[in-house]
């Protein structure tokens, strides 16, 4: 029987894009140019602390200049390059999440999360735009395969995990590595790259690993790529054992892997409009429905939130989302993005600046935000797939607002449109000087042939960092 490792490498290494249906193609280049706007929205954030420690990481591997430092002006070496940039694009929590048919996200991710680690590779390597689309298409349906074999959150494994094996296939793939190092590379990658989650913890503070853990996982299948190269070799069998250590969770994971190629799961990756967890996508855009009515945060008297257990518990309704500490914290919390809505009207990355959660009208007004976990919407969630809220609210003066989502919109049900998904660019580039239409069109060349090098200038822009 063929080898877990031996179906992904033989995957990764056959995949030509004249084979790939038009729709998972197209998916590819708008994810890209999403995640590298999101990337760009941190590398901008003066007040992104955890992102400032990374990039001064990666400046100590300047003598090996292999590949671009997202919104600098020099390059450092791949793998500092996949620290730095992959922990940008998770930095802002706006990056696309892929949305299994199942419902439950317990072992879903953000597939994005490896994309700067294979533009950074594709630019060590001199690759072509089609070459990375190809990379990036790999990368998907890998994840995706993964995510649908295992709860990873529920046995104790945060999904970032997937990270590393993908860059290790995709990345390979863009250096040269030969399907018999590919296998390799995957081998290593699932024996050493795996995360604990250890921080999506209710009641806990959220620490600088939530962005970061994105970046470590990067640089690690970047090393596995380059070690296998080279010669050294993992345990061909190593998914077998790894997926036999929880076969009481694991869900028919030969099977998933066996799809590759032929059930496309890219397209299943929704992009949220703002920079909020998954779970409060539907509340926020409830919230902007009741400020587009008229309803403002400094005349709310009390307002209820019905929705699922993901936004109206765990990490996102529990104690400590009524007073985070932090920006990973507070794009957690279901009360502190539903306030922040009602004083802004929306929520951008630039919205967090100046540390609004210290701020005491918005402090005092979660205190009258209420989270209920609605039966109908937490049925809705697990056997439809539909992650929707409804809200109702009461101004001071008693008028009553209610507004009401059936599925949050940038889910693949319910996509953004091409002027949405421009609008949600250019919020992330609004401190660079240069438009989300210009990086769509940026990277729907790439796949027609253009050059990974336009984007690498994209990249840089103005070397804030």
């Known amino acids: 029987m063929t080898a877990i490792a031996e179906r992904l490498a033989a995957f990764a290494a056959g995949l030509r894009l004249v084979e790939v249906p038009e729709d998972v193609a197209r998916a590819a280049t708008l994810y890209l140019a999403d995640t590298i706007a999101c990337a760009l929205a941190a590398a901008h954030d003066r007040d992104a602390s955890a992102v400032e420690i990374i990039v001064r990481h990666a400046a100590a591997s300047r003598a090996r200049p292999e590949a671009t ?3 600098a002006g020099w390059q450092t070496s791949l ?12 930095y802002i929590d706006a990056n696309d999440i892929y949305m299994p048919v199942s419902g439950s996200l317990s072992g879903s991710g953000h597939f994005s999360d490896a994309l700067p680690a294979l533009v950074a ?8 735009g089609p070459a990375l689309i190809e990379a990036v298409i790999v990368a998907y349906e890998c994840q995706a395969a993964l995510a649908d074999a295992l709860p990873w959150l529920d046995v104790g494994l945060h999904s970032v995990s997937q ?6 296939l995709a990345a390979g793939r863009l250096l040269g590595l030969s399907r018999e190092q590919l296998t390799h590379a995957a081998a290593l990658a699932i024996s050493s790259g795996l995360i604990a989650n250890t921080w999506l913890q209710s009641g806990s503070e959220v620490p600088a690993i939530k962005g970061g853990a994105a970046g470590l996982a990067a640089e690690r299948g970047i090393t596995c790529a380059r070690l296998a190269g080279g010669g050294f070799t993992g345990p061909r069998d190593a ?11 694991a869900d028919n994971y030969g099977g998933f892997i066996e799809r590759l190629g032929s059930e496309w799961r890219t397209p299943r990756n929704a992009i949220k409009p703002v920079p909020a967890q998954i779970y409060t996508q539907a509340v926020v855009q409830c919230a902007r429905q009741l400020y587009r009515d008229g309803l403002r945060l400094d005349v709310l008297r009390e307002l209820t939130v019905y929705s699922n257990d993901g936004a109206c518990a765990r990490v996102q309704g529990s104690p400590g989302a009524y007073r985070p500490v932090s920006r990973e914290a507070a794009d957690h919390s279901t009360p502190f993005v539903t306030a922040l809505t009602l004083r802004d009207g929306d929520i951008t990355p630039a919205t967090y600046a100046g540390e609004p959660w210290a701020d005491a009208s918005i402090l005092a007004a979660m ?23 409804h809200v109702a609210a009461e101004a001071t003066d008693g008028r009553r ?15 953004l449109t091409r002027p949405e998904l421009v609008e949600k660019l250019d919020s992330c580039l609004v401190d660079s000087g240069r438009s989300g239409a210009e990086l769509l069109d940026l990277c729907e060349q790439l796949a027609a042939g253009g050059t990974v090098g336009a984007l690498i200038d994209f990249m840089r822009l103005g070397a804030c960092r």
Do not use: S
């Not at 793998?79 to 998770?90: D, F, I, P, V, Y």
């Not at 594709?122 to 072509?128: H, K, N, T």
């Not at 998914?239 to 969770?249: I, L, P, S, T």
């Open 163 to 168: 990270v590393t094996v993908a860059v290790a």
């Open 401 to 415: 607002y209610t507004a009401r989502v059936d599925q949050f919109r940038g889910h693949p049900d319910n996509p």
């Open 79 to 90: 793998e500092a390059a996949a620290l730095a940039n992959c922990t940008m694009a998770r």
């Open 121 to 128: 590779a594709a630019e060590c390597a001199g690759a072509d």
């Open 239 to 249: 998914f077998e054992v790894f997926f036999e250590r929880y076969e009481e969770r």
């Open 367 to 389: 205190a009258r935000i209420a989270l209920v976990v609605d039966e109908d919407w937490q049925r809705q969630m697990l056997d439809k797939g539909k992650y929707g809220a």
């Open 69 to 71: 430092v997202i919104g």
